[in-house]
């Protein structure tokens, strides 16, 4: 997602899971002067929104996502998902790398990493289908004299959210990014010289793009530890 909202803190930062929420201009759209004096409810009321009703709606599909997250039992997460965007980002992590003017770096072999992230995505399919079982066995009636079995499943799906919970921390690492030390994910942050766009596994990204060998061969062994302690974190798909 980038950088420039509240979120920056709690994703690139504290490592907790965060979505970005909005619409986009139209080619009819006026110009949006952002952060600038015309930046105003005047501005909203004339031009942008007149009666509010994309605020209206958005403010409304977001209480619907939180009401979701609440109510549902199990938390509606997907590791799976999370395991084939590590395996697409690092697609692009290897075109970039093909790409460059550094014939050591054109030659780089990420199998260690890939491996890593086919790993995670076999034990984040196995956990998911765990979690979606005990969804489905809380919509089971059981005999009241079977509380006890209750009790348990109750049990495994409070440690099945905890791990889908704690899923994007594995993900931290504490010394930060090369000479940003406050940005600590190893996946997500802004790019360097993107302003708010974002950029995934930036530290190996920005090795890359400077022909830093020793550098790409330390963040592909950082990131693989982190990817390893995500397959970890998940039970290696048990509950």
Do not use: C
């Not at 995670?120 to 005999?143: G, I, K, N, V, W």
């Not at 950082?222 to 302690?229: D, F, N």
């Amino acid at each position: 997602m980038g950088s420039g909202s509240d979120f920056t803190a709690f994703q690139d930062f504290a490592g907790i899971p965060s979505a970005d929420l909005g619409f986009g201009p139209s080619k009819s759209s006026p110009v949006y002067h952002y952060h600038s004096n015309y930046d105003s409810f005047h501005w909203m009321d004339t031009f942008g929104d007149a009666d509010w009703a994309h605020h209206l709606a958005i403010t409304k599909i977001w209480a619907l996502m939180a009401a979701s997250l609440v109510e549902t039992p199990v938390l509606p997460l997907s590791a799976t998902d999370y395991a084939t965007g590590l395996a697409t980002y690092l697609a692009s992590v290897k075109t970039l790398a093909a790409a460059s003017p550094h014939a050591d770096i054109r030659s780089f072999d990420f199998s260690n990493l890939t491996t890593s992230i086919a790993r995670l995505h076999t034990a984040a399919s196995s956990f998911d289908t765990h979690a979606a079982e005990l969804a489905l066995q809380l919509r089971t009636q059981l005999p009241w004299w079977k509380w006890w079995r209750r009790v348990k499943l109750w049990y495994e799906v409070r440690n099945v959210n905890a791990r889908y919970k704690l899923l994007e921390r594995r993900f931290l690492y504490k010394q930060g990014l090369d000479g940003r030390e406050w940005f600590k994910h190893v996946v997500f942050a802004p790019g360097i010289w993107t302003g708010y766009a974002g950029a995934t596994y930036p530290g190996l990204v920005e090795r890359i793009g400077e022909g830093d060998l020793e550098g790409v061969e330390r963040w592909e062994g950082v990131i693989g530890e982190k990817v390893e302690g995500a397959r970890k974190g998940l039970g290696e798909g048990e509950g």
